[in-house]
């Protein structure tokens, strides 16, 4: 009997709650078919916590998600909330803090053109024949998220907004590490993506990849330009295996990987660090709480099925149910189940709500 793991629910906000529940049912059938268990506890975070305590981040939460073994995250946010102090808001109050708190450096987002949704994106089928999948791994508590000083106010008899870009070589060294390693097991082509022709601190990012580089020689290294690449990924994405990139860029650089999949309700993500032995992460959809559609019954679940089946890959290590369930989602686009947002009116297409999207993933669960 494999031991119990505590995972911390952390619904959220908008359609966060619709696609939480579709999550947590796929996970239920993938422990009667596989024989784990986990212990769930939930949470509120963001503007649901804002309205119930007053901070986007409760302590309660906090506690909590220490002492689960990974924290299962929806989304947050909201034009309800936008009025409040920046600090305050639910993505500053909440997710920035998270990943500060429990150094989530590695941020690990799977783009896959599957290619029955190829229809679905808004690149020329001939520029995407056959699908792809990209894998871009973004550093996730440097930059100018995380840099101080910042600023916003009045200095000099002028109003000035002030943000700082800064990395420290530790930090590059063990994004590279990561990002060289994931390369070599899928098909070993890594491209560092920076802007050194400008940034010094690119130029860092840059030598120090360059370096790391000769400790992986069944790894291809390349280098881009942050401009060049997000031209490239409309260009031509299958020339991409794994990219790896600094918070800011990969921030913007995965979203435009997410359209060009098809939708942002195709692509999950992990944010991880070590604790020991084992992997701790937070694992959420890479789209947003959506607030104009919340309620209706009509968000696509799937990256939030996903990025669950990433938690039972990475901090579980239970890789046979996590391969069952991307292999679900995989039979259900097949089969042609689509939620809206994927819908391009093709013959054989079966248009579904958020829940109907959920059975049909359980119901090829095996």
Not at 55 to 83: H, Y
Not at 175 to 196: N, P, Q, T
Not at 209 to 230: G, K, R, T
């Amino acid at each position: 009997m494999k031991e119990t793991r505590r995972v911390a629910v952390l619904a959220g906000d908008g359609i966060g709650p619709e696609v939480m529940r579709e999550a947590l049912r796929v996970l239920d059938a993938a422990e009667k078919c596989y024989g784990f268990r986990t212990e769930r506890m939930e949470y509120d975070v963001g503007g649901a916590a804002i309205d119930a305590c007053g901070r986007a981040l409760p302590e309660q939460t906090l506690r909590g998600c220490e002492a689960a073994d990974a924290i299962l995250f929806g989304s947050v946010g909201g034009p309800k909330w936008d009025s409040l102090p920046l600090d305050e808001r639910p993505e500053r109050g909440a997710l920035l803090p998270l990943r500060r708190h429990f150094d989530l450096f590695a941020n690990l987002r799977p783009g896959v053109c599957l290619p029955e949704l190829i229809a679905a994106s808004p690149l020329k089928e001939n520029l995407i024949t056959g699908g792809f999948d990209i894998l871009c791994v973004r550093e996730l508590t440097g930059g100018m998220y995380f840099g101080q000083p910042k600023f916003y106010g009045e200095r000099d008899g002028e109003i000035i907004g002030l943000d700082t870009l800064i990395y420290r070589r530790s930090e590059v060294e063990r994004i590279a590490h990561l990002a060289f390693r994931a390369a070599a097991g899928r098909r070993g082509k890594l491209c560092s993506v920076d802007k050194a022709n400008v940034l010094s601190s690119s130029v860092m990012w840059r030598d120090v990849f360059n370096e790391i580089a000769s400790q992986y020689p069944q790894v291809q290294l390349s280098h881009m330009y942050v401009d060049n690449a997000a031209m490239q990924l409309v260009r031509n994405p299958g020339q991409f295996d794994v990219i790896v990139t600094e918070n800011t860029f990969g921030d913007i650089l995965t979203d435009e990987m997410a359209m060009v999949c098809g939708s942002l309700g195709m692509l999950p993500s992990a944010s991880l660090c070590s604790r020991g032995e084992k992997t701790f992460g937070l694992y959420e959809p890479s789209g947003g709480s959506a607030p104009d559609i919340a309620g209706k019954g009509i968000a696509n679940p799937i990256a939030q099925i996903l990025s669950m089946g990433m938690m039972l890959r990475y901090s579980f290590g239970y890789i046979e149910p996590a391969d069952a369930v991307d292999a679900a989602v995989r039979a259900a686009i097949a089969a042609g189940f689509r939620t809206r947002d994927l819908a391009t009116g093709a013959v054989g297409e079966q248009i579904v709500t958020t829940s109907g999207m959920g059975d049909a993933v359980i119901s090829l669960l095996h």
